[in-house]
């Protein structure tokens, strides 16, 4: 596509619930990020993607939160039984490859745990 | 490993010169530079590469000394639409150019008319 997209744009779900985050990364970018910005807050980084692997896992905060990419492309971010503080933007970029590619940032899914 | 950026905030008037910058505890093979305005994601500005090379975009330049671990944004004769937060990203992975980007804390800019 013409570049990163994410869904659903906004996201409000109940305590406890699981939630789903997709990215549709640029065609051909092989490196996929997952990020997440709390209001006002920096961009943390939860996990990256080489193809469908992912040799980096560290930023995950805690078991509840999972990712997968397929074929190479669309990526899942799964949080279970989601807790208030997991509101934030969660936003998806993707690069060309993982050398020094600039990443280009989707629109991000603004998530709301009530 | 996150790097350090000041100021965290700016404000300027059209017209006058900023500097933000970016430090790392750990040896760097590269900075990259984001824009991110309210509302937004974040765009690319630049990367700079070993070497202390100075990149440009529009009057918006950066330096990168790997000695001292450290990056400069310089925003000259700012307008209007440089508002935003800035933020800088140093590799994950130590001294190498693969794996995650992790980014700094953010300096926020407000340019006034």
Known sequence: ?114 | QQPVQSPQAVILREGEDAVINCSSSKALYSVHWYRQKHGEAPVFLMILLKGGEQKGHEKISASFNEKKQQSSLYLTASQLSYSGTYFCGTPGVYGGSQGNLIFGKGTKLSVKP
């Not at chain 1, 699981?18 to 990020?33: F, K, M, N, Q, W």
């Not at chain 1, 080489?50 to 990712?67: H, M, V, Y």
């Open chain 1, 1 to 114: 596509g013409a570049g990163v997209s994410q869904s659903p744009s906004n996201k409000v779900t109940e305590k406890g619930k699981d939630v789903e985050l997709r990215c549709d990364p640029i065609s051909g970018h092989t490196a996929l990020y997952w990020y997440r910005q709390s209001l006002g807050q920096g961009l943390e980084f939860l996990i990256y993607f080489q193809g469908n692997s992912a040799p980096d896992k560290s930023g995950l905060p805690s078991d509840r939160f999972s990712a997968e990419r397929t074929g190479g492309s669309v990526s899942t971010l799964t949080i279970q039984r989601t807790q208030q503080e997991d509101s934030a933007v969660y936003l998806c970029a993707s690069s060309l490859g993982p050398n020094n590619e600039k990443l280009f940032f989707g629109s991000g899914t603004q998530l709301s745990v009530l």
